[in-house]
Every structure is written in structure tokens, then in C-alpha cells.
């Protein structure tokens, strides 16, 4: 059984900024892609980043150049450094892991970015 436990939302000012982070635990021998989406009240979930085992990474051009992942593949770990946030980053965050093909979600954490 995998676990995705994420910390570090919150509420926060325009032009801040918030890191989030996520552990993995449980049976995982290797997690391919690990990263960061995101669901605001009335839309659909939505990637903010991703980053592959090997290192290369993807980032929603809503992000680009705010946000930078960033991932320990012995720890199991994945962060999204998070700044300048807008009203528009609202949303709740998910964890995100692929291990041998299966997707996994954490619980979600709230961010809250007030103008």
C-alpha cells in the first residue's frame, strides 16, 4: 500500500510565496513520475508540475517561471517551491505519484492566495 502525506499549504498574500511538500511511503520499489496538480472550486484537476525519476521535468505555462519542483528519489520526497502566487493559484494541491503504472493521490492541501 502507497501513501501520499503533503504539508505546507496554507493562506497567503499576492506576491508570495508557500513551498509544499510530500513524502511517499509504503511499498515502492520506484516512482516514475511524482509531482504536483491541482483542483479550484468549479474546475477540473489540473498538472502544475511534474518531474520524471530521471530528472527532466514539466510545468503548466500557468507556473512557468513561479514555480520550480524539485524531488529526492531516495527519500521518496517531492517539493513545489511556490512564488509571486495570484488569487488564480487557489486551489486544493494533490500529491501526485506513478509507481509501475498506478497512480497514486495524496489527500490534498489547501492553498489560499488573497489579493
Known amino acids: 500500500q502507497v501513501q501520499l502525506v503533503e504539508s505546507g499549504g496554507g493562506l497567503v498574500q499576492a506576491g508570495g510565496s508557500l513551498r509544499l511538500s510530500c513524502a511517499a511511503s509504503?511499498?515502492?520499489?520506484?516512482?516514475?513520475?511524482m509531482g504536483w496538480f491541482r483542483q479550484a472550486p468549479g474546475k477540473q484537476r489540473e498538472m502544475v508540475a511534474v518531474?520524471?525519476?530521471?530528472?527532466?521535468?514539466t510545468y503548466a505555462d500557468s507556473v512557468k517561471g513561479r514555480c520550480t519542483i524539485s524531488r529526492d528519489n531516495a527519500k521518496n520526497t517531492v517539493d513545489l517551491q511556490m512564488n509571486t502566487l495570484k488569487p488564480e493559484d487557489t486551489a486544493v494541491y494533490y500529491c501526485?505519484?506513478?509507481?509501475?503504472?498506478?497512480?497514486?493521490w495524496g489527500q490534498g492541501t489547501q492553498v489560499t492566495v488573497s489579493s
Open positions: 501526485y505519484g506513478n509507481i509501475l503504472l498506478r497512480d497514486y
Open positions: 509504503g511499498s515502492i520499489f520506484s516512482i516514475n513520475l
Open positions: 518531474m520524471a525519476n530521471g530528472g527532466s521535468t
